[in-house]
């Protein structure tokens, strides 16, 4: 088996996240996630169920959504739980674009009232947005369509979440609140050799196990360790075109840029989805990016 520097698996790889919210035996950890986050606006989940997680749209030329996390809870409400590792342009874009999905996806042939059941969409993020850099301590942004003049919400059936991890920087000691444990755990799980006192309650001890290297078979190992290398490699690809830029003093366009990085990407090995996903371009584009490559 591989030898890991880490004791317990990093969350912000596509294998480590999966393995601790989207799987069968786990969800009761992303029930309680989800119930820390949202129990004040509407009240308890108690069950979830997961749902297929690649949307097609209504069209052959519409573009399609593969959400890291689907589900819905017993009273019909879905939820959409994103991880982003890397800033990507639009995102804010591809967040309302996905939520459409589950809103299209409940229209009624016949007789239908337009009634709709609440969308939540949550975004856990490894980066901030450039304009909230200038609010240090505000990590957490709630999303509703508000009325510009009362401020008060128009409509509450829509919510977007979003979390700049990078934000987070309390210590086990500053720990509060079961959010602020929930914050802490995703930020530094990877970085911990025990389970910490403070955190010594019955989902957490669960997390932790279900965490630790040490416990995974073989192909399990092998599997995070892809995915380990692919987190890796697109944070060093990406630090190194942004380092590249800032060194030459050039403010290259959005797209360029994009491409860019795709191509740094293209040649470590990276997958065309999770490309797509974190540079905001779409598969086919970089499919024939790949193709040039190899030409």
């Not at 035996?25 to 949202?38: C, E, G, T």
């Not at 977007?160 to 509060?176: C, H, V």
């Not at 196990?209 to 692919?230: C, G």
């Amino acid at each position: 088996m591989a030898e890991f520097a880490e004791k317990y698996i990093n969350p912000f790889t596509d294998y480590g996240f999966k393995r601790l919210f989207g799987e069968e035996p786990n969800k009761d950890l992303l029930l309680d996630f989800l119930n820390v986050l949202l129990q004040e606006e509407q009240g308890e989940i108690k069950h979830l169920t997961y749902l297929k997680n690649e949307q097609l749209g209504t069209g052959e030329v519409d573009r399609k959504a593969i959400f890291d996390l689907y589900c819905e809870n017993e009273r019909g409400e879905k939820f959409i739980v994103e991880l982003q590792k890397t800033k990507q342009n639009f995102f804010k874009d591809r967040t309302v674009y996905y939520s459409t999905f589950p809103i299209r996806e409940q229209a009624k042939r016949a007789d239908w009232n337009y009634e709709l059941k609440a969308v939540y969409t949550i975004a856990i993020l490894d980066f901030v947005f450039d304009e909230d850099k200038a609010e240090p301590a505000k990590f957490r942004y709630d999303v509703k369509l508000t009325d510009t003049e009362t401020m008060e919400v128009f409509y509450d059936k829509l919510t977007f979440i979003y979390l700049e991890m990078p934000k987070f920087n309390k210590t086990l000691d500053e720990l509060e609140t079961r959010f602020d444990k929930w914050l802490y755990v995703l930020r530094n799980l990877n970085r911990l050799d025990r389970v910490p006192e403070k955190l010594r309650e019955r989902v957490f001890e669960k997390l932790f196990e279900t965490a630790e290297i040490a416990r995974f078979t073989p192909e399990q190992v092998r599997s995070y360790e892809d995915s380990l290398k692919y987190y890796r490699d697109m944070k060093n690809s990406l630090d190194t075109a942004r380092e590249e830029g800032r060194a030459e003093g050039k403010e290259e366009g959005r797209e360029e840029r994009a491409i860019e990085i795709a191509k740094e990407l293209l040649n470590v090995g990276v997958d065309v989805q999770i490309i797509s996903k974190s540079t905001g371009l779409p598969v086919d584009q970089i499919e024939k990016l790949k193709q040039t490559n190899k030409d």
